[in-house]
């Protein structure tokens, strides 16, 4: 009989002044800021390095330098794949409970004497800002272990309801027959350290490749994990290039799943790789990803304007806008447009840039070079665009870190291109719509894009919600109704989204650990038939 046990949010700490959580804090970023570690690969529980170096920096001071990390080629990538076949014997055979164990003390570890060193190594690696950094790597890291727990015995749990007198019937949920391939984004330490635990948590075993732009804190989840209970082996860390370590990995006969969190052209190319040689593999690859988003925030003429542009400054530029569910695009009613932009512009004023160790800096630096070009190449567009204006930010600088300031675009083109593409940046782009347009405008936000992660619809006028929640039914997985479009949380809305923007299979909730299954259907008989001849063959 499998016990389940009554998960319960973890509490999100405020790091208000004064506060010892804040002084604790503190005094680790510094200590962590002054020191440069070395991260090998974690290959059956045994450090690999293999001299091929890759750097871990600080966005918000690029030239520092906190960890140096050794890459994995082909070689290492063969043994991982080897060490996971191996600790799959055993693994996959371990009963549910003693899995659980070691998830849920993954979850006091991170909630007690780890949750400082994973919060600044999120802060250091990611530039993301205390309360950000607070609400990812310590609060749903450890929601995710605990509810992924009890979802988990919850599926267990759930048995056939009808034996027949004679037969018992019994659903055994197998892991996947080989090893899952995981690959984390650099933006949410919770989502990577989901991505290959969710499937471990399942029987599974996983290869774990983070994004190089942020391996310093998926290392120090590793070595919490390890300090869990979990068996070397059992998750393998290889950091290295997407071509080294993806390549021998989408090849390997053995592959049972993808689990992926990145990019719609990366995902898409996996897909058609698994496809291209599906005959190749000993099952057929479960493959569950979350990918991209052009997340809209829809105004309607009855909304509360402070309530609207709180939504607006929090959706679209907290951690600078590198969500995927970050609002990137908004409809707004022209006769609303002046006082909303009075107010609007004036909050924006207020905010501060600059490193997350100054605790009063509410945006910080974007991830790396790469970004910080892509995303002031939008800027630039609008910019030079007649059909556009750029009402705030604009300015960027990167000599010491990658900063872009918070920056707003107002263009009288709908399908502007900073309207339609994904930046992943503190880049959001107004359109203003007459209010007597409401119909045309919920049909101009379902065909934008390509993308339906989150949205959001704001206003008084329930008519007008309601109407605008059944017309964009598959704009959005995740729909917001009089709240910004990001912010989900684990066990209260599974996230997840559909179309361009992934398979919708919703982490933090039982529909993801199902994907990480393969049931075998049991049928015991305790009146086994003696006689081939049924009684409609005998004769009249």
């Not at 055994?172 to 933006?187: C, D, K, M, Q």
């Not at 997340?295 to 909304?303: G, I, N, P, R, T």
């Not at 872009?404 to 009288?412: A, F, G, V, Y």
Request: hydrophobic fraction near 35%.
């Amino acid at each position: 009989m499998i016990q389940i046990h009554q998960s319960i949010n973890e509490p999100v700490k405020t790091y208000e002044p004064g506060s010892k959580e804040r002084k604790d804090l503190q005094l680790k970023y510094d200590e962590m800021a002054n020191q440069s570690i070395e991260i090998p690969l974690l290959i059956n529980g045994e450090e690999i390095k293999t001299g091929d170096i890759g750097k871990c920096i600080m966005p918000h001071d690029h030239k520092n330098v906190i960890a140096n990390y050794h890459k994995a080629g082909e070689i290492e990538v063969k043994n991982a794949i080897q060490s996971s076949l191996e600790a799959w014997k055993t693994w996959s055979k371990t009963p549910l409970e003693e899995r659980t164990k070691i998830f849920r003390t993954a979850a006091r570890l991170l909630k007690g004497p780890w949750r400082d060193t994973i919060n600044a190594a999120t802060m250091l690696n990611q530039s993301k800002n205390v309360y950000q950094a607070e609400i990812d790597s310590a609060c749903e890291l450890i929601d995710f272990f605990n509810f992924n727990s009890e979802f988990a015995e919850n599926i267990y749990s759930n048995q056939p309801l009808i034996c027949p007198e004679g037969v018992k019937n019994h659903l055994e949920y197998r892991p996947l027959e080989g090893f899952v391939f995981a690959i984390t984004p650099f933006n949410f330490t919770s989502i990577a350290g989901n991505l290959p635990s969710a499937p471990a948590l399942m029987g599974n075993v996983a290869l774990w490749k983070p994004a190089s732009s942020a391996v310093l804190p998926c290392y120090y989840l590793m070595k919490m994990l390890e300090e869990a209970g979990l068996p070397g082996g059992v998750i393998n860390f290889i950091p290295g290039s997407g071509s080294r370590v993806g390549d021998p990995v989408l090849s390997n006969p053995n592959l049972a799943g993808v689990h992926f969190t990145g990019s719609t052209q990366t995902f898409q190319h996996i897909w058609r790789y698994i496809g291209n040689n599906i005959q190749n593999y000993k099952t057929y690859p479960r493959i569950v990803g979350e990918t991209g988003g052009k997340d809209f925030c829809l105004a309607h003429e009855s909304v509360d304007i402070f309530e609207l542009a709180t939504a607006m400054i929090r959706g679209a530029f907290e951690f600078q806008g590198q969500k995927c569910s970050a609002m990137s695009r908004a409809y707004i009613p022209t006769n609303i447009w002046k006082e909303l932009k009075k107010i609007y512009l004036s909050e924006l004023k207020t905010i501060k840039m600059g490193s997350p160790r100054n605790f009063s800096n509410f945006m910080n630096a974007v991830i790396d070079k790469n970004s910080f070009d892509s995303i002031t190449n939008y800027i630039e567009i609008a910019r030079n665009s007649d059909s556009a204006d750029i009402i705030s930010g604009g300015i960027y600088d990167d000599s010491e870190g990658y900063f872009i300031e918070p920056t707003t675009i107002l263009t009288t083109d709908p399908h502007f291109k900073t309207m339609e593409e994904e930046i992943f940046g503190p880049v959001l782009t107004i359109f203003l719509y007459d209010p007597e347009d409401w119909d045309s405008t919920l049909e101009l936000v379902d065909k934008t894009s390509p993308y339906a992660l989150t949205g959001c619809v704001m206003g008084k006028d329930k008519d007008a919600i309601q109407n605008a929640k059944d017309y964009l039914t598959h704009s959005a997985g995740n729909f917001y109704i009089n709240d910004k479009p990001t912010g989900a949380v684990v066990g209260q809305q599974p996230f997840g989204g559909s179309r361009a923007s992934g398979t919708n299979d919703k982490a933090g909730s039982e529909l993801n650990l199902q994907r990480w299954v393969s049931i075998r259907t049991i049928k015991e008989s305790f009146d086994t038939p003696k006689d081939y001849r049924y009684p409609f063959l005998d004769e009249d």
